[in-house]
């Protein structure tokens, strides 16, 4: 934080007496300006007089008749309206006959540059006289005529002492050059009548100038100020537009200094002040440190004490959870033997229910006395017997988490056995079947008997999805492209969650129709042989179910044929 504010105090004082320097030289050049337009308007002004004064006919009268008695107490009110300094008029001899300056009366000023100079031009003369006391006048003069004869010359006299008294008032410097260089106008006396480089030398004044003029003196001394950048004063200056007269104002830096010092009070104790604050709240941090620590001292023993509470009483836990363990294996064997009889009783409901209807038949033939049409149907009994071996078996090899061996199968011929055996419940439901196969045979590598079943179980939930719908429809499709795709799709009400569709024991059925079996069973057949079921409702209504599985070309078949035997 030192380090941060002494970087920015310096980059501070650097900026602010830049900008501060440059609104005082501003201010300065401004004033410059202000006081040359002063001067120049005043010398404009007075210019005029003495033309109009030279056609005054009391005063041309005066001078005719030499009669010189309301002559200067008409020029008396004449210098208030008109704002001079004085007003004198001489005869053509050069003596004042009347003035508003009682004490100049009968003085001569035959050798003076006013009168000698008005004498000889035809316009209105302007002339710059040094006094013997100091400082100088400044005239205006033009000569009186009358019938082209010569009467006298009108003197004015312009004050422009008023503008030094005023500039006396402030804390610059001013002065005021002529064509020659020479001090004309100056808030030092002494300088008046010296060269700028003369009047420097002199000893000012006391104020405001003096210290201003003090470090002038003297320009390469360095004044030790770090605000100054070396320089003491600021020097500016201005050209009036008259006669090649010159302004220039030195200006010191006081202010300057005394506005940098302020800002930088304010930052050093706005850093200050964040300091004492710093330290502050890091005592403050300290004391709250220290009573976190003694509260947490506390809070760790009372933690070790529940802890021991607590570890003795999980050995207590652990010793009835390894008892709980044991019955829970318990009731997931008897959990697993439960799902196990359900999928038991699932599978062998349809061959059950086709051996119920072929029985029926069988007894019918018999009775009417035809015994060879019986005999088929205790052919298609004994196939259904061999297929319900085999469908334990296969269900015994899914709780082993593996299969028999797979051979090539030709999903056509596993769907019209699948639709042969359904042929009871086709019949007695009167469901139109509508079937789509390619002429070439669609080969996969799979155990037919699995893939009867994954048929069976479609073809079922089909025939339960239309039981409320008056003309029950069921389509079938079976396709070969990079896959084999099997589709199976009824006109039913649909399929309300297809989240949980596959997932086991899930039904819409009515108690006793159904487990919720067939369908996880089939997923996970057609898994196993690297396939996938999906599931979803056709926009025409109706639930549509999908069977992918790779396809087996034909080179794959020939090769496979010898390891299936």
Request: glycine letters at 6%.
């Amino acid at each position: 934080m030192l380090l941060f504010a002494g970087a920015t105090v310096f980059f501070t004082n650097m900026f602010v007496t830049d900008r501060f320097t440059e609104t005082t030289r501003n201010r300065a050049e401004l004033r410059l300006a202000l006081y040359s337009g002063n001067i120049l308007s005043e010398l404009r002004r007075n210019s005029i007089v003495p033309q109009l004064l030279a056609r005054d006919p009391a005063l041309i009268g005066a001078l005719n008749s030499d009669d010189f008695t309301s002559s200067t107490q008409r020029l008396i009110g004449f210098v208030d309206e008109i704002g001079a300094a004085s007003l004198m008029l001489l005869d053509r001899e050069g003596r004042s006959v009347a003035a508003t300056d009682r004490n100049r009366l009968q003085s001569l000023h035959r050798s003076d540059a006013y009168f000698v100079d008005a004498l000889r031009s035809n316009d209105t003369v302007f002339s710059v006289i040094e006094r013997p006391s100091g400082g100088f006048s400044f005239t205006y003069s033009r000569r009186v005529e009358s019938n082209n004869d010569v009467l006298g010359v009108v003197v004015v006299e312009v004050d422009l002492q008023k503008f030094e008294r005023a500039w006396a008032g402030i804390s610059d410097a001013v002065l005021i050059t002529n064509s020659e260089g020479t001090i004309i106008l100056s808030t030092e006396p002494r300088w008046r009548g010296l060269k700028e480089e003369e009047a420097l030398q002199r000893q000012p004044p006391s104020g405001a100038i003096s210290r201003a003029i003090q470090v002038t003196a003297d320009w390469t001394s360095d004044p030790g100020d770090t605000y100054l950048r070396g320089e003491a004063v600021m020097r500016t200056h201005t050209r009036i537009a008259f006669r090649g007269w010159q302004m220039a104002s030195f200006t010191s830096f006081a202010s300057v200094r005394e506005r940098v010092n302020g800002v930088l009070a304010l930052e050093i104790m706005g850093f200050a002040i964040l300091l004492a604050l710093a330290f502050y709240f890091l005592n403050r941090k300290t004391a709250v440190r220290m009573a976190v620590f003694q509260q947490e001292s506390a809070e760790l023993r009372q933690l070790n004490i529940r802890l021991q509470r607590e570890v003795a009483e999980r050995q207590k836990v652990e010793e009835n959870l390894a008892v709980a363990e044991q019955t829970l294996a318990q009731s997931s064997k008897l959990a697993a033997l439960g799902e196990m009889s359900a999928a038991v009783s699932h599978e062998l409901n349809q061959p059950l229910a086709a051996m119920k209807t072929y029985l029926a038949g069988a007894k019918l033939l018999v009775g009417r006395g035809r015994p060879d049409e019986a005999i088929v149907s205790f052919q298609r009994i004994d196939g259904l017997i061999e297929r319900m071996g085999a469908i334990t078996r296969q269900l015994k090899s899914y709780a082993r988490k593996g299969g028999d061996e797979y051979s090539p199968v030709n999903l056509g011929d596993a769907l019209a056995s699948s639709l042969s055996m359904m042929e009871p419940q086709l019949r007695q439901r009167q469901v139109q079947i509508n079937k789509a196969l390619p002429q070439e045979p669609v080969m996969v590598m799979a155990d037919r008997v699995r893939v009867e079943q994954v048929m069976i179980n479609l073809l079922r939930n089909a025939l339960d999805a239309t039981k409320s719908v008056e003309d029950p429809q069921v389509d079938v499709l079976l396709a070969a492209g990079e896959t084999a795709m099997l589709t199976v799709r009824d006109n039913g009400q649909g399929i309300e969650d297809l989240d949980a569709l596959f997932e086991p024991f899930y039904t819409t059925k009515q108690p006793g129709d159904g487990v919720g079996l067939g369908l996880a069973i089939s997923s996970g057949i057609v898994n196993e042989l690297g396939g996938r079921m999906t599931a979803r409702n056709a926009v025409q209504g109706g639930a549509v179910f999908e069977i992918r599985l790779p396809i087996l070309h034909e080179e794959d078949a020939h090769s496979a044929k010898p390891a299936a035997e």
